[in-house]
């Protein structure tokens, strides 16, 4: 019988809440470094360099090619995030630590402004964030999965039967993740900015 969405997530909350802690501990570290060592903020400019080019070419066009510029740069990343797991969950460790000190480094250079983060994020992140993030999340957890099971299979499970498992639980979420991935680009590129402007003309 084929599962259905929400027993694979159910089958899968752990793997999801490990992702989230990863999340939040690439959050909290990025913040407290940038706290204690403020050099530390040319690296993660460096590093963002390529993530400010992309925001340059998303908004720069037209809505529509922005927002398929966006899902397709996205698409690409949920297929690293998830497939390239299997070294052991280790890029998709790292990406789960990225991505949270993204909005350590946010978070840290608005109070740094005088900018309350929280009607920021409510928002700049929000409005795309309640789509993408689950979406996100979701991937993380299928890539800890698998390269966790490259070293140790289901119990009573062979290593061919333990990837054919989580290859099938990939195909029952992909859609899903896909498709909130979608909604969270056009609510992005359509959406969040006209949000964002209204913040930005109160402060």
Same mark, same amino acid.
């Given at each position: 019988?084929?599962?259905?969405?929400?027993?694979?997530?159910?089958?899968?909350?752990?793997?999801?809440?490990?992702?989230?802690?990863?999340?939040?501990?690439?959050?909290?570290?990025?913040?407290?470094?940038?706290?204690?060592?403020?050099?530390?903020?040319?690296?993660?400019?460096?590093?963002?360099?390529?993530?400010?080019?992309?925001?340059?070419?998303?908004?720069?066009?037209?809505?529509?090619?922005?927002?398929?510029?966006?899902?397709?740069?996205?698409? $690409?990343?949920?297929?690293?995030? +998830?497939? %390239?797991?299997?070294? !052991? *969950? &280790?890029?998709?460790?790292? #990406?789960? @630590?990225?991505?949270?000190?993204?909005?350590?480094?946010?978070?840290?250079?608005?109070?740094?402004?005088?900018?309350?983060?929280?009607?920021?994020?409510?928002?700049?992140?929000?409005?795309?964030?309640?789509?993408?993030?689950?979406?996100?999340?979701?991937?993380?957890?299928?890539?800890?999965?698998?390269?966790?099971?490259?070293?140790?299979?289901?119990?009573?499970?062979?290593?061919?039967?333990?990837?054919?498992? $989580?290859?099938?639980?990939?195909? +029952?979420? %992909?859609?899903?993740? !896909? *498709? &909130?991935?979608?909604?969270? #680009?056009? @609510?992005?590129?359509?959406?969040?900015?006209?949000?964002?402007?209204?913040?930005?003309?109160?402060?």
């Amino acid at each position: 019988m084929t599962k259905t969405f929400f027993a694979v997530v159910r089958e899968n909350r752990s793997w999801i809440i490990l992702g989230i802690m990863f999340f939040i501990i690439g959050l909290v570290s990025a913040y407290s470094a940038l706290g204690q060592e403020p050099s530390f903020l040319e690296f993660l400019e460096e590093s963002l360099s390529a993530l400010s080019k992309l925001g340059e070419e998303i908004f720069s066009g037209s809505p529509l090619m922005g927002a398929i510029l966006l899902f397709g740069n996205n698409f $690409i990343a949920t297929m690293q995030i +998830i497939f %390239l797991g299997i070294f !052991l *969950g &280790l890029p998709t460790l790292s #990406a789960a @630590i990225a991505n949270g000190a993204v909005l350590g480094f946010l978070s840290y250079q608005l109070v740094q402004e005088g900018i309350a983060p929280l009607p920021f994020f409510l928002t700049g992140v929000l409005p795309h964030g309640i789509f993408e993030l689950p979406a996100f999340f979701l991937c993380v957890a299928l890539g800890l999965k698998l390269g966790y099971h490259v070293v140790f299979p289901l119990p009573e499970r062979s290593r061919r039967e333990t990837f054919l498992i $989580i290859f099938r639980e990939i195909g +029952i979420l %992909l859609p899903y993740i !896909l *498709g &909130l991935l979608a909604i969270a #680009a056009v @609510i992005e590129v359509f959406i969040t900015p006209l949000l964002f402007g209204s913040f930005m003309k109160m402060i």
